[in-house]
């Protein structure tokens, strides 16, 4: 009879520790875009275009940038490149310190990070206009 409790217990504690750690597995249940973030022939006119469209142009187009964007113009590969030349737009999504924190806004929000691998990676890469 006592070796039956004993071996309940047993049995119980190591269910209990199985159970515990389940859920630890944080990987699994939220699987970050970074496992399979790609930063390979990184284009302007898809890529590139499509992070600024989302997060920067609302401020910073051909118009807008007068009132909103601090007279910065990235609308367009040439305007763009102004600012790739001179380190501010790198600078100003890995808030290096070296340009003001963009996207701009409350709480200094940061691109995710598969992005601002993917812009990087396109600069490194001579900033191709494909
Ligand atoms: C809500 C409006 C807004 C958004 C969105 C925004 N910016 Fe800006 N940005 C500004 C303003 C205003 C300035 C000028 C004042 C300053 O430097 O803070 C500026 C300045 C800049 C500069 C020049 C920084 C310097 O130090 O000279 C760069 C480069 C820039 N933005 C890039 C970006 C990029 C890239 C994004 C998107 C990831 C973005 N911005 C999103 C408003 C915005």
């Given amino acids: 009879m006592k070796t039956l ?22 990987e699994e249940l939220y ?3 970074n496992n399979t973030c790609d930063t390979t022939n990184i284009s302007f006119a898809t890529d590139v275009t499509a992070i600024l ?3 920067c142009l609302f401020c910073h187009n051909k118009s807008a940038n007068l009132s909103l964007g601090g007279g910065v113009d990235l609308e367009g590969y040439d305007a763009l490149k102004v ?15 070296n340009a ?31």
């Fill in 31 to 33: 699987p970050t875009t």
């Fill in 5 to 26: 409790q004993i071996m309940s217990a047993i049995v119980g504690f190591v269910l209990i520790s199985m159970t515990s750690c389940y859920y630890d597995v944080e």
């Fill in 100 to 130: 003001s924190f963009m996207p701009k806004g409350g709480g200094n929000p940061k691109l995710p990070d598969c992005e601002i691998a993917q812009i990087t990676a396109w600069i490194n890469n001579g900033a191709p206009n494909n």
């Fill in 53 to 55: 469209q989302s997060n």
């Fill in 83 to 97: 600012y790739v030349d001179n380190g501010k737009f790198l600078s100003s999504i890995t808030h290096d310190g």
